[in-house]
Nanobody, 127 residues
Framework: QVQLVESGGGLVQAGGSLRLSCAAS????????MGWFRQAPGKEREFVAA????????YYPDSVKGRFTISRDNAKNTVYLQMNSLKPEDTAVYYC????????????????????WGQGTQVTVSS
């Protein structure tokens, strides 16, 4: 089992950058594919980025591709989301999630595929 704690959210102007971190407890972090999702008020949870536990595979939806970068440091049990060129429509609560898998190249894009979730961190982008 793994516990996830996000940090790094805040208020930023449009065009600015933020880096979110997700710290994981547990000794098997390097067997978890990780993902980031977000949820804005009144909207469904949206997939933002995913990374395999080896770190060699990543995936992004078109809405953030080229602006967001997911990475991980397995030695630090941490996954990151670097967000650049932020837009007001990026405003949401951001969640990291973990998917225990034996495949080093697997990543997941559906929230139902993830077993573990953090509590979320608020990102607000002002225009």
């Amino acid at each position: 089992q793994v516990q996830l704690v996000e940090s790094g959210g805040g208020l930023v102007q449009a065009g600015g950058s933020l880096r979110l971190s997700c710290a994981a407890s547990g000794r098997t972090f390097n067997r978890y594919a990780m993902g980031w999702f977000r949820q804005a008020p009144g909207k469904e949870r949206e997939f933002v980025a995913a990374i395999s536990w080896s770190g060699e595979r990543t995936y992004y939806p078109d809405s953030v591709k080229g602006r967001f970068t997911i990475s991980r440091d397995n030695a630090k049990n941490t996954v990151y989301l670097q967000m650049n060129s932020l837009k007001p429509e990026d405003t949401a609560v951001y969640y990291c999630a973990g998917d225990l898998t034996y495949s080093s190249t697997r990543y997941a894009t559906e929230s139902r595929e993830y077993e573990y979730w953090g509590q979320g961190t608020q990102v607000t982008v002002s225009s």
